[in-house]
T-cell receptor, first 116, second 109 residues
Framework: GAVVSQHPSWVICKSGTSVKIECRSL??????MFWYRQFPKQSLMLMAT?????????EQGVEKDKFLINHASLTLSTLTVTSAHPEDSSFYIC????????????FGPGTRLLVL | GQNIDQPTEMTATEGAIVQINCTYQ??????LFWYQQHAGEAPTFLSY??LDGLEEKGRFSSFLSRSKGYSYLLLKELQMKDSASYLC??????????WGAGTKLIIKP
């Protein structure tokens, strides 16, 4: 099946620094990638949807200047958390959907971010 | 607004059967997914229903009634490793997944 990787799997950083998370589709071309955030004991919350070569569409309440998303190729999307604060500590998960297959999202393993 | 409802927590016994229900109200419908999520891990795909009826896959089955906005996930012959959260998600008219809060399933020996 389709494989999606995320890097890093764990990151600990100081408050005020920026963190970049990569999401890669390893064996298929991902036209659309989704970024989710999940706080403990809560469900996944969609942050933004990105299509290759175009600007990401952010969900209401998600600051686009704080969570920078770049989907420069059909196999790579990045999420940069700028000036991270402790309240940004969360589990960030990406998923990818292939061309003409929007019904199926393949999930990455997630990145756990801890901001001190 | 869009809404997905599922029970917060359920408890069952090893070897038994458990049914996890999900009701939904969404803008459009392009299918309903069930995912399993173990603590600290990303969700893993279990099933996809877009037509009414029952889909069986090994120990797991998923049922959909579009007219009732209702689905259930049926787990048979429960094993300890089935202890996890089970997430119901609906693909809306914009092909975005609308997620339920998840049902934490606790399996007791």
């Amino acid at each position: 099946g389709a494989v999606v990787s995320q890097h890093p799997s764990w990151v600990i950083c100081k408050s005020g620094t920026s963190v970049k998370i990569e999401c890669r589709s390893l064996d298929f071309q991902a036209t659309t990638m989704f970024w989710y955030r999940q706080f403990p004991k809560q469900s996944l919350m969609l942050m933004a949807t990105s299509n290759e070569g175009s600007k990401a569409t952010y969900e209401q309440g998600v600051e686009k200047d704080k969570f920078l998303i770049n989907h420069a190729s059909l196999t790579l999307s990045t999420l940069t958390v700028t000036s991270a604060h402790p309240e940004d500590s969360s589990f960030y998960i990406c998923s990818a959907a292939g061309t003409g297959d929007l019904e199926t999202q393949y999930f990455g393993p997630g990145t756990r971010l801890l901001v001190l | 607004g869009q809404n997905i409802d599922q029970p917060t927590e359920m408890t069952a016994t090893e070897g038994a059967i458990v049914q996890i229900n999900c009701t939904y109200q969404t803008s459009g419908f392009n299918g309903l997914f069930w995912y399993q999520q173990h603590a600290g891990e990303a969700p893993t795909f279990l099933s996809y229903n877009v037509l009414d009826g029952l889909e069986e896959k090994g120990r797991f089955s998923s049922f959909l009634s579009r007219s009732k906005g209702y689905s259930y996930l049926l787990l048979k012959e429960l094993q300890m490793k089935d202890s996890a959260s089970y997430l119901c998600a609906v693909l809306d008219s914009n092909y975005q997944l609308i997620w339920g809060a998840g049902t934490k399933l606790i399996i007791k020996p």
